[in-house]
């Protein structure tokens, strides 16, 4: 069954609408680009000619013989929408729209915009841009694109695609990573995006059989999900996706009074995105074309066990320091493999790193030697070796080329990367053989850090999880915590002992058949941080201490919130034990609702040690969040405490989420703390914030 963007990336005749004679201008060059390999029809179209490049031209699409798969629009924005209408009545199965000057340039571009999105909804054929830089297909030779970054290089065939919301930067990056040697299948650049956005390009890719690996930039996303469907897509056919994302601040993004709301911003969203889809994000253009480089190269290691062999003792520390941080392991070799390097090298470093000494610069073989030792021995997934700038020196790395391909076909799993400076036909060949060259020791090891956080991530991926249909229970206004416990409580989430008290004798009474120790609180749905308003006593021991703290607790609130309306005042058990814990949601208006876990009370906004998932979460996943936070070794048991029960944390934050999942008309939900306990724990605050309150 044919795909709707199959016009798109792999079109059989394409038509160029503005088409010029001048291979430099904007209509010019995708007729010369094409020109050069593409097998199927390229149709000039323009009304002043009858040839083009030497091709024959005609003055409308509608006069050309026969059918069009795709359709390129050079003309300036008030010529393009009619070429649209004259498109769509020829049947043009997709457009690539050049044209700028729709809703990138305010009120009246964006209204044009809007008109030539329904007419061409309504006529039945996509759109890509307007304002795109266009796109390219290198196996089948077809260039629908007016960028003039092939001028001074030319990519050549491989497994790579880019898609990117910005032609320029897309195309810059393109460049750097061509420079590498590397080679592509697609390249999507898509605008305005008024129809085809980089969700339903990377969808496409993802069953693209010459596309092993995807790159991708993005600024934002208008339809979340249909992104997240389409990255799990990639997931589930293991292809990697580096995606570099900008604009990391919330500017724009309404405030709510919660600290999940501040701390689940529109960034850290795209990062859970991410991280259930197992997309790696880039935050350098080095490291964008670094990782991709590694990707391309087909070898995931299966663990983190990291060998490196060096001349120099100092790289070695170097690697080794910058593997530890990057979460690799360099084991020890065994003693058998040790004196097996020293045979060879008498003096030479033999436990990981491994330091040859210079000595090997008399004979190289002894290098290569020592690798294989490594390899054999020492049980590990990759192997890093520094070569220094060997690389330069004429024959030696031609002579040492057998040596190294001889040892790639003896350990086909695992992954190699040399280290050195080389001329790029040299690093090709190299790469050719199976090996990743890198001239920069710390991104060496980054790459390999990289590989093993996607391969890792490969094997744990799960189906995204549905989200529950919508709760009876509609919610909407203010909601007082006493409502939120009572909403969250039937949600599954435990909740400590308390009673509500709308008087001083009422409050003494609800403590004495609680039970002291006493926490007071003030209840009201206008005052969301309740300690900031002196609503809060603790640790009361007696109806003495319970008496005179409510008759306080309410003259500090009435002074810090006059307007507040008060219900009175929730009496609780106190939880003396326990680390606090923060369980949040947030609905975020692109991707829905997002569950968050870290650590709570004072911790969440000093240390924002936090983690989100998009909601609902499984049990898994749940766990996941809970290794995810730096604070876990106090969860853990750090110092000789007893654990928490992580089981009934993961429940608790399950539940958050279902809870989210089933009432799209909340905005936010908090408890904070969730006291975990060594056996079972307990929320003792809630808070529920809805779209009308």
């Given at each position: 069954m044919s795909h709707p963007l199959d016009a798109l990336f792999r079109p059989k005749s394409v038509a160029v609408i503005g088409a010029s004679s001048d291979a430099n201008r904007i209509g010019g060059r995708p007729v010369a680009y094409s020109k050069r390999a593409y097998t199927g029809a390229i149709v000039p179209i323009n009304p002043t000619r009858s040839e083009i490049q030497g091709l024959t031209a005609y003055a409308s699409i509608k006069d050309m013989p026969g059918p069009v798969d795709q359709a390129i629009i050079a003309v300036p924005a008030k010529v393009a929408l009619q070429a649209a209408d004259e498109c769509i009545a020829k049947g043009v199965k997709v457009a690539v729209m050049f044209s700028s000057g729709f809703a990138e340039i305010g009120a009246e571009g964006r209204a044009m915009q809007e008109a030539l999105t329904h007419r061409c909804a309504e006529g039945g054929m996509k759109l890509l841009g307007p304002n795109s830089l266009g796109m390219?297909?290198?196996?089948?030779?077809?260039?629908?694109?007016?960028?003039?970054?092939?001028?001074?290089?030319?990519?050549?065939?491989?497994?790579?695609?880019?898609?990117?919301?910005?032609?320029?930067?897309?195309?810059?990056?393109?460049?750097?990573?061509?420079?590498?040697?590397?080679?592509?299948?697609?390249?999507?650049?898509?605008?305005?995006?008024?129809?085809?956005?980089?969700?339903?390009?990377?969808?496409?890719?993802?069953?693209?059989?010459?596309?092993?690996?995807?790159?991708?930039?993005?600024?934002?996303?208008?339809?979340?999900?249909?992104?997240?469907?389409?990255?799990?897509?990639?997931?589930?056919?293991?292809?990697?996706?580096?995606?570099?994302?900008?604009?990391?601040?919330?500017?724009?993004?309404?405030?709510?009074?919660?600290?999940?709301?501040?701390?689940?911003?529109?960034?850290?969203?795209?990062?859970?995105?991410?991280?259930?889809?197992?997309?790696?994000?880039?935050?350098?253009?080095?490291?964008?074309?670094?990782?991709?480089?590694?990707?391309?190269?087909?070898?995931?290691?299966?663990?983190?066990?990291?060998?490196?062999?060096?001349?120099?003792?100092?790289?070695?520390?170097?690697?080794?320091?910058?593997?530890?941080?990057?979460?690799?392991?360099?084991?020890?070799?065994?003693d058998a493999a040790q004196e097996k390097i020293r045979a060879l090298v008498p003096f030479a470093g033999a436990a990981n790193p491994v330091d040859t000494t210079a000595q090997v610069v008399n004979d190289w073989s002894l290098f290569t030697r020592i690798m294989?030792?490594?390899l054999e021995d020492a049980a590990v997934d990759s192997v890093v070796a520094f070569l220094a700038h060997m690389g330069q020196t004429p024959g030696l790395m031609d002579r040492l080329k057998l040596a190294f391909a001889e040892i790639r076909q003896r350990f086909p799993d695992r992954l190699f990367v040399l280290c050195a400076r080389m001329p790029r036909d040299m690093a090709n060949a190299f790469s050719a053989l199976g090996f990743l060259v890198f001239e920069d020791p710390t991104r060496a090891i980054a790459a390999v850090s990289a590989l093993h956080r996607l391969s890792a991530g490969f094997a744990t991926i799960r189906p995204l999880l549905k989200v529950g249909g919508e709760s009876r229970e509609k919610l909407s206004g203010t909601i007082n915590e006493a409502g939120a416990k009572r909403l969250l409580a039937a949600a599954g989430i435990p909740f400590a002992p308390e009673r509500v008290a709308r008087a001083r004798e009422e409050t003494v009474a609800a403590a004495e058949e609680i039970g002291f120790p006493i926490v007071l609180k003030v209840l009201s749905a206008d005052i969301a941080h309740k300690s900031e308003a002196g609503g809060v006593a603790l640790s009361l021991r007696s109806a003495d201490e319970v008496a005179a703290a409510y008759d306080a607790m309410m003259v500090r609130v009435a002074k810090h919130a006059p307007g507040a309306r008060i219900a009175g005042a929730l009496v609780a058990r106190m939880i003396e034990r326990g680390i606090e814990t923060v369980i949040g949601l947030k609905r975020d208006p692109v991707f829905g609702p997002v569950v968050l876990f870290g650590l709570g009370g004072v911790y969440v906004e000093v240390l924002k040690d936090v983690t989100l998932r998009l909601a609902p979460v499984d049990r898994a996943t749940a766990i996941e969040m809970i290794h995810a936070i730096k604070g876990y070794p106090l969860l853990a048991g750090a110092r000789g405490r007893e654990p928490v029960d992580l089981d009934a944390l993961a429940d608790a934050i399950v539940a958050m989420s279902r809870f989210g999942a089933a009432h799209p008309d909340i905005t936010s939900a908090e408890i904070n703390p969730f006291i975990a306990l060594p056996r079972g724990g307990v929320a003792v605050d809630a808070l529920i914030l809805t779209d009308g309150g």
């Open positions: 390219f297909n290198v196996g089948d030779g077809l260039y629908s694109t007016f960028s003039s970054a092939f001028d001074p290089m030319w990519p050549r065939a491989g497994s790579i695609a880019i898609v990117s919301q910005s032609g320029a930067f897309g195309t810059y990056f393109l460049a750097l990573a061509v420079e590498r040697g590397l080679g592509f299948s697609h390249f999507v650049a898509t605008g305005n995006e008024a129809d085809i956005d980089v969700a339903e390009c990377v969808a496409w890719l993802a069953d693209d059989p010459a596309t092993r690996v995807i790159m991708i930039y993005l600024e934002g996303c208008r339809d979340g999900p249909r992104l997240r469907a389409a990255l799990a897509r990639a997931a589930a056919n293991a292809k990697p996706v580096i995606a570099m994302k900008v604009g990391v601040s919330d500017t724009g993004v309404a405030a709510i009074a919660s600290h999940t709301g501040t701390l689940a911003g529109s960034d850290a969203v795209f990062d859970a995105v991410f991280a259930e889809n197992n997309v790696y994000r880039a935050r350098s253009l080095d490291e964008l074309v670094d990782v991709a480089t590694a990707c391309a190269g087909g070898v995931f290691p299966k663990g983190p066990r990291l060998g490196v062999v060096t001349p120099s003792g100092g790289v070695g520390i170097l690697m080794a320091d910058a593997a530890t941080e990057m979460g690799l392991e360099l084991p020890t070799l065994p294989g030792i490594v």
